[in-house]
């Protein structure tokens, strides 16, 4: 199977082009989305990386997370990737765990993987105590929103998806900015999809997240209730 990374890109600079060497040996093709980076990663990418295995996608607008890995999936789509893996710019995530991420998708038990950084208590350790706090309050909430009942850390990013998948998936709906990883559950359940957990741990260097934990208390519980209810009148529709 092809596989393809997509990489949204947004004040990474400091670490793109690690991430990009690590990922590159491992998978097939490298989409770098540049989200209006104003470190300029997609120029700095382009510059050390002359390949044809490494595509950057420059946005003339800031489109934020979502919007970045969208615009990869498309691309990827239009190259017939048969796997498209989310891989994050701020070095947070192991490339060398891809293939334990994928694996599920190409022995055909699953549609759509997701890291877990739940799994192993020493991994837990490592992670800041107001991530696995917010975390788990996110990850209950996100049981009843999506009623994937067996998946827990939902705004983990290290992704992977297969294109039959993909392509049910309107990507237009999906949210924007970093209510992604949470949305693109809830529209997998519509579909159906089949989706995995796979144990991932994390590392945490001095890389500097822009998602602020006061942001997600504030924007993300209406969001997981709003999508709540789309599932349930969708499900009750269908079972009429």
Not at 77 to 106: R, T
Not at 135 to 153: H, P, Q, R
Not at 210 to 239: E, H, M, Q, W
Request: aromatic fraction near 10%.
């Amino acid at each position: 199977m092809k596989v393809a990374a997509v990489i949204p890109c947004f004040r990474v600079s400091k670490h793109i082009i690690d991430v990009v060497e690590r990922t590159l040996p491992v998978v097939d093709m490298i989409y770098v989305v540049d989200d209006l980076c104003p470190e300029g990663s997609g120029a700095l990418v382009a510059e050390h990386f002359p390949s044809a295995n490494v595509r950057v996608i420059q946005h003339q607008v800031n489109r934020g997370v979502g919007g970045a890995v969208v615009s990869g999936y498309r691309a990827a789509l239009a190259d017939d990737v048969d796997i498209v893996v989310k891989v994050d710019g701020d070095g947070q995530m192991d490339p060398l765990q891809i293939a334990s991420l994928i694996a599920p998708i190409v022995a055909r038990r699953a549609d759509y993987t997701k890291g877990n950084r739940f799994f192993n208590i020493e991994d837990l350790r490592q992670m800041p105590f107001v991530r696995v706090l917010g975390n788990s309050a996110l990850s209950f909430v996100n049981k009843i929103s999506t009623g994937y009942w067996n998946i827990m850390d939902p705004t983990n990013g290290f992704t992977a998806i297969h294109k039959s998948t993909l392509k049910l998936l309107d990507l237009e709906k999906l949210a924007a900015r970093y209510f992604f990883e949470s949305d693109m559950l809830f529209r997998l359940s519509i579909v159906r999809a089949t989706v995995r957990d796979v144990s991932m741990p994390a590392f945490y260097g001095d890389e500097e997240s822009n998602l602020r934990i006061s942001k997600v208390l504030f924007d993300f519980p209406g969001k997981y209730l709003l999508n709540f209810f789309k599932r349930f009148f969708t499900i009750t529709s269908c079972a009429t």
